[in-house]
């Protein structure tokens, strides 16, 4: 018998499978620390996940609105998910006049465990 690789994960005792679609890295400006996002693609459900190496947060400035995209989205716009927070609160804390620093990156803790 010949197994696809959504039929070889399909045992009750398999929860979350995913696969892995693409990793991107970058740096946000002044601040000397990689940021890594990977795209994810559930087995057996549609959409697209991301995983993100850090989140940014920074005294005095609010994070915006969480930004969601539906089922039928692609990998661009999941990934622009991905980095419009990291984005939006670095530049409204450059726009107050907050000097970038290494402590507004923090490590996602549950980042090398999902891969």
């Known amino acids: 018998m010949s197994w696809s690789r959504e039929e070889a994960l399909t045992d009750p005792a398999i929860v ?5 679609l693409s990793e991107f890295r970058f740096f946000l ?8 996002v990977r795209l994810y693609q559930p087995m057996h459900a549609g959409g697209i996940v991301f995983r993100r190496s850090h989140d940014i947060l920074v005294d ?23 980095v419009n927070d990291l984005i939006a609160v670095y530049n409204s804390a450059r726009a107050k006049g907050i000097k ?3 402590s507004w990156l923090k490590p996602n803790p549950q980042f090398n465990a999902a891969r």
């Open 60 to 82: 005095g400035v609010n994070p915006p609105p969480a930004t969601e995209c539906s089922d039928y989205c692609g990998e661009g716009e999941f990934l622009h998910v991905a």
């Open 29 to 36: 400006r002044d601040i000397p620390t990689e940021i890594t």
């Open 100 to 102: 970038p620093d290494l």
């Open 16 to 20: 979350q499978s995913s696969k892995f």
